[in-house]
């Protein structure tokens, strides 16, 4: 059981290439999210996924673009990078379910730095 | 989902507890309080969560005000591999999953 697995775990970018963040999870969990990490700051959601075929907009999105493919796999893409987007971006799942409250878990977090 | 403030950072000494205090005197009757913690930057992990009864588990004890408006998260028995950055965070009952963080309380616990 190998809960949240993101990939890659480090990559360096240069400004205006694109990359895709993959990230897939194991425990059947309905939703799914994104979370960027800034050098001493907090966790900031860029979007989520409540429910396979949904995706919605968190408190970061520009930039950023996200594909449920299915249950297990939620990407997120970096159309064109910017060094505003170095950061450690973090994946996670939650099981949602009908009560909603079940605990999320974390991937290891994928570091970005643009140059 | 209801906001929550919590102290930027908490110094604790080794093999006492640690309480972690939040206020979230917005929250409605149905969000629930849950903690996590992330440890050096890797990915949160969850530690608790709690309605309105007081909750425990192997890990800590979730104390929640009568009228709901703070909790504190306690580590009874504090230690090095304790320090982290604590999350408090309201979720509203729903499907939707969403979570949002704030920035946390740093931990150290400190020989």
């Known amino acids: 059981n190998a809960g949240v697995t993101q990939t890659p775990k480090f990559q360096v970018l240069k400004t205006g290439q694109s990359m895709t963040l993959q990230c897939a999870q194991d425990?059947?969990?309905?939703?799914m999210y994104w979370y960027r990490q800034d050098p001493g700051m907090g966790l900031r959601l860029i979007y989520y996924s409540a429910s396979e075929g949904t995706t919605d907009k968190g408190e970061v999105p520009n930039g950023y673009n996200v594909s449920r493919l299915n249950k297990r796999e939620f990407s997120l893409r970096l159309e064109s990078a910017a060094p505003s987007q170095t950061s450690v971006y973090f994946c996670?799942?939650?099981?949602?379910?009908?009560?909603?409250?079940?605990?999320?878990?974390f991937g290891q977090g994928t570091r970005l730095t643009v140059v | 989902d209801a906001k929550t403030t919590q102290p930027p950072s908490m110094d604790c000494a080794e093999g006492r507890a640690a309480n972690l205090p939040c206020n979230h005197s917005?929250?409605?009757?149905?969000?629930?309080v849950y903690w996590y913690r992330q440890i050096h930057s890797q990915g949160p992990q969850y530690i608790i969560h709690?309605?309105?009864n007081n909750e425990t588990n192997e890990m800590a004890s979730l104390i929640i005000t009568e009228d709901r408006k703070s909790s504190t998260l306690i580590l009874p028995h504090a230690t090095l591999r304790d320090t982290a950055v604590y999350y408090c965070i309201v979720r509203v009952y729903s499907n939707t999953g969403k979570l949002i963080f704030g920035q946390g309380t740093t931990l150290q616990v400190k020989p």
């Open positions: 996670a799942s939650s099981g949602g379910g009908f009560d909603g409250h079940t605990e999320a878990f």
């Open positions: 425990m059947n969990h309905n939703s």
């Open positions: 709690g309605l309105k």
């Open positions: 917005t929250i409605s009757g149905n969000e629930y």
